[in-house]
């Protein structure tokens, strides 16, 4: 973008979120937002200089272009939001106590200090919820309430921050960062308007089923049937199922483990895997080679939406409902049901030109819609930066 222009106002902005851990989804997270508040500064004559606060800060200086510290070293933490002139809290799923009891106190314990710094808060797009811990509430509500801007992810993690004592007034709803995340600067003017990809068969080849697994049941019975389910499909039909882990190593686990079910149920041909790749535009256009998107992790299905991909989602918690609710769509099954022949179906309907070309007809708007108003939180923090200059 050039260098800072004379008279031209510079802020330093730290970025707290679940970074640094090479989950395809959180890094691209991370990417839409740095791209997103640097381009929304130059336009408005200021500089945005990140510094995220990361779990592996060499690795996301490395990936990312950006200056990082320890996430977890409270000396680095301080001396990174003194330092700062602003802090981004977000995106992601940073709110919630599904995972661990320690996460909500950790991202509102990072909130509140920077409030003691008299540093304002920028909430950023994030997904709230569940809290089902009634002493983790209050803390929300606290740090809610000490944000100068506050957007979510959904209608549903708007309505529960307002249950929580958070004026709904204040809470704007915004899509996920990486509606609005570009692909790599060298497949952008190759890739058309990224309304589709490649169509299905266009090549005259069998088209590709994108594939997006993370374990969750302890039984594995869920892997059991997105199995059954594909081997349904390639019954129907020749398709290549292509299997994207988004989170090393753990997806490329649980891909190998429906891909060996695959073989057991006479489909393993059909099946590959793609290389793991720490580059969140990389699996992007990964995505956009595909005709669907079956996926269970939130990101695979919004990089789909990204280029037009349509989709089936496999639901393992309520973000993945609500995102799909936002495109019109609900999921083929969830990780306690999924009927085969019901998904062979469906993914057979939207495998043809006629099929993906209707989804893309009622789903479009929809997509282009989100993709528009992806930039809000950034062109919000923008506007509030240069009105502190």
Known sequence: ????????????????????????????VLRSIVTAIREEAWAAGVEIEPVVLSGDP????????????????????????????????????LLQDA????????????VGLARLLGKPVFVYAQGIGPVKRAWLRPLVRAAMNA????????EESAALLARLGVARGRIEVVPDPVMGMPLPAEAEAIAGDGMGGQGPGDDG???????????????????????????????????RLRFLPLHTPDDAEASRAVMDRLAALGAGDAAELAEPGDDPQRMLLEVGRCSLIFGMRLH????????????????????????LARLGLAPIGT????????????????????????WRERHGSAIEALRREARRPAQLVVETLRGMA
């Open 300 to 323: 695979a299905l919004i990089y789909a939406a990204n280029r037009g991909v349509p989709m089936l989602g496999l639901s393992y918690d309520p973000k993945i409902d609500h995102f």
């Open 58 to 93: 060499a690795w996301t200086e490395s990936a990312h272009g950006v200056e990082a510290a320890h996430r977890m070293r409270p000396a680095e933490v301080l001396r990174t939001l003194r330092g700062c002139d602003a802090l981004i809290s977000g995106g992601g799923s």
């Open 99 to 110: 995972t661990s009891a320690k996460t909500i106190p950790y991202y509102t314990g990072i």
């Open 147 to 154: 944000s100068r801007i506050v957007t979510v992810r959904d």
């Open 205 to 239: 080849a069998a088209p590709v089923v994108g594939v997006s697994v993370r374990r969750w049941r302890p039984d594995g019975a869920d892997l059991a049937r997105v199995a059954e389910a594909l081997a349904a499909l390639v019954r129907r039909r020749a398709v």
């Open 1 to 28: 973008m050039g260098a800072l222009r004379e008279g031209q106002a510079a802020f330093r902005v730290a970025i707290s979120g679940y970074y640094g851990f090479r989950n395809s989804g959180d890094e691209a």
């Open 335 to 358: 990780t306690e049901a999924l009927d085969a022949e019901a998904f062979a179906s469906a993914a057979d309907g939207l495998l043809t030109p006629e099929g993906a070309e209707a």
